[in-house]
């Protein structure tokens, strides 16, 4: 094994073996170790402790409103796309405790600050996935008003990504650009290679983090055949892609179509059940909640993710802004593909598809531009 630090840019190739090495490397850092593991019938982030953990030789089908688990004919840890969670829920928690306190004479008295959030270590994150990252790091912290929260996460965070070799049928991650290729923002990159003899990965060191922690693993110099499997794995997956979305001027389309029909038919068939945004790597949106107990001498104050398909999101005094599902989903895609860019400089979806896959009305994002943009329906 090669025990001098790997410079960053280099690439090296490690075994199948050297993944629970990783995950223990990590461990002894102190980073509590996320990653996918099967669990519910679904691919799903968890904490993870061996390399037994992941989802080693399971896929999943996704198509519009449908997910499946299914069983390869391979020992792949990768060969799936993505599940219903990502990694916003570590980084930006679906509840996080603010404060609580006591009453004390006429006022309160703080009890106890949020507690110090752990140090994570991501292993398995996608290229749509880390854009998605990059996406929430611009309009949480990039902006003059940041959350502190959020930021305390982000910041030191360990990302493993990986490189997509298998495309789902919902992805449209390379008409977006933000994949299946990991670009910037990792630690270490992994590209899974498959053979009648080899189960091997390929390894970018990303940052000198990363560089050290594959010093530790029992690692070989990447041939250029090797780079070359990797690459060919991964310009598959963009081959394979079951969706994609035509971004040239959609902005202004979208701007200039507020009273397009399309906006009434979609209205019809969404049940305003907010999925689209909980599963969305990108979505934001939160509300504030204050708990009492019976006595009023106990009060708690509470972060909690919120959606724009809910009548209250929009409520101020006197009522809701909007009341319709159709100006809800036409403000959510709206803001995704247009005001998100005026905001932020970039789109605010990465084609990971998941809002696709679970939709119960079955509503296709992709199949939604096209119609307003005006081309026919895909097959």
């Known amino acids: 094994m090669d025990t001098t630090l790997p410079p960053v840019g280099s690439q090296a190739l490690i075994e199948f073996p050297a993944l629970s090495a990783l995950i223990s490397a990590l461990r002894r850092r102190g980073y509590q170790v996320i990653g996918p593991?099967?669990?519910?019938?679904?691919?799903?982030?968890?904490?993870?402790?061996?390399?037994?953990?992941?989802?080693?030789?399971?896929?999943?089908?996704?198509?519009?409103?449908?997910?499946?688990?299914?069983?390869?004919?391979?020992?792949?840890?990768?060969?799936?796309?993505?599940?219903?969670?990502?990694?916003?829920?570590y980084l930006h928690p679906p509840e996080l405790p603010i404060f609580e306190g006591d009453r004390e004479g006429e006022g309160f008295k703080i009890l106890r600050q949020p507690p110090r959030p752990p140090q994570y270590a991501f292993l398995g994150v996608r290229a749509c996935e880390l854009a998605a990252i990059r996406v929430q790091d611009r309009a949480l912290i990039g902006d003059r008003y940041g959350d502190p929260a959020y930021q305390a996460r982000r910041e030191g965070a360990f990302i493993v990504a990986v490189n997509c070799t298998q495309a789902g049928g919902t992805c449209f991650c390379a008409s977006m650009h933000t994949g299946p290729r990991v670009q910037a923002g990792f630690d270490l990159a992994l590209t899974e290679l498959l053979g009648a003899e080899q189960h091997s990965f390929v390894v970018e060191v990303g940052s000198q983090p990363g560089a050290a922690v594959l010093a530790e693993l029992e690692h070989r110099k990447a041939r250029k055949e090797d780079l070359k499997a990797a690459q060919a794995a991964v310009e598959s997956a963009a081959s394979q892609m079951g969706r994609s979305v035509d971004t040239t001027g959609v902005r202004e389309l979208l701007f200039d179509n507020f009273d397009h029909p399309r906006w009434d038919r979609v209205a019809a068939r969404c049940l305003s059940c907010a999925n689209c945004t909980l599963v969305c790597p990108t979505c934001f949106c939160t509300t504030v909640e204050d708990l009492t107990d019976v006595t009023g001498e106990h009060a708690e104050r509470w972060r909690k993710w919120d959606s724009c398909f809910t009548d209250a999101f929009t409520y101020i005094h006197g009522g809701s802004v909007r009341l319709s599902v159709k100006s809800r989903y036409r403000q959510w895609l709206t803001h995704k593909f247009a005001a998100w860019v005026d905001q932020f400089g970039v789109f605010g979806c990465v084609g990971c598809g998941r809002c696709i896959t679970w939709c119960p009305g079955r509503i296709d994002i992709t199949e939604e531009i096209r119609e307003i943009r005006g081309a026919a329906s895909p097959a």
């Open 37 to 89: 593991t099967v669990r519910d019938g679904a691919i799903t982030c968890d904490a993870l402790e061996k390399a037994e953990d992941l989802p080693v030789g399971w896929g999943d089908e996704q198509e519009c409103g449908y997910y499946r688990l299914r069983k390869r004919d391979d020992s792949a840890v990768f060969g799936y796309t993505v599940g219903p969670q990502g990694w916003k829920r």
